[in-house]
């Protein structure tokens, strides 16, 4: 009972400290509260699970290392949106993982139906890169995409193709290998219709993602 109450204090201290309120008057938790508050759940969970004693505690020192990963993306994911405004290529963080999802067009990174980087692409790639060895506690997803203009197996090549080749930048830029994930979908998870060129245009991308960690150093 005594620790249930201890990670209740916990929590709406958290929920307290952390709303802020929005221009139309609503109010709501910012991010790094959001990350404190599941760092409480997670560190009194463990603690319960792994038969600790002092699950109050545990749940304290959860909110600290889950505010510390709130902060350390929400600084990320600023400084990534002031870097790549302009470029055609759009920022997102997830509010519920905090993780942080670029999007880029294939219109500003390849010629059609090539995964040769475009070398008026390669400056954003640099002020990427940049942000990445700063902010070095991240792993990062690489994904290919295409239309469906061509064959399934075809495009599943030209995906992978052109992941790697963005994958193979940042690195060669000074980003670790181990922190960089390569995947390949093709033309099986399209965003906007393939019988329209618009729509096309969509679906031929690179989308990155930057994970959360679990804690920050």
Request: hydrophobic share 35%.
């Amino acid at each position: 009972m005594r620790n249930t109450l201890m990670i209740a204090a916990v929590a709406s201290g958290l929920v307290l400290s952390g709303c802020t309120t929005t221009a139309d008057g609503q109010q709501r938790l910012n991010k790094t509260a959001i990350g404190s508050l599941a760092g409480a759940v997670g560190g009194a969970a463990i603690s319960k699970a792994t038969g600790g004693d002092k699950t109050g505690r545990d749940a304290a020192i959860g909110a600290a290392l889950g505010a510390g990963v709130g902060y350390y993306m929400e600084r990320q994911a600023k400084q990534l949106e002031q870097q790549m405004a302009g470029t055609g290529v759009t920022v997102e963080q997830n509010p519920t993982t905090g993780n942080i999802d670029l999007v880029m067009p294939g219109s500003i990174t390849f010629s059609f139906n090539d995964a040769t980087l475009s070398q008026s692409f390669k400056p954003t790639l640099d002020k990427l890169a940049t942000t990445m060895n700063q902010y070095n506690q991240n792993t990062i997803t690489i994904a290919g995409h295409t239309d469906s203009v061509g064959s399934a197996s075809y495009n599943m090549g030209l995906s992978r193709d052109r992941a790697y080749s963005v994958a193979n930048y940042l690195t060669a830029r000074g980003v670790a290998s181990n922190r960089v994930n390569v995947v390949a979908y093709g033309e099986s998870r399209p965003v906007a219709d393939n019988n329209s060129d618009y729509g096309r245009q969509q679906n031929r991308r690179v989308e990155l993602t930057v994970n959360a960690p679990q804690s920050v150093n």
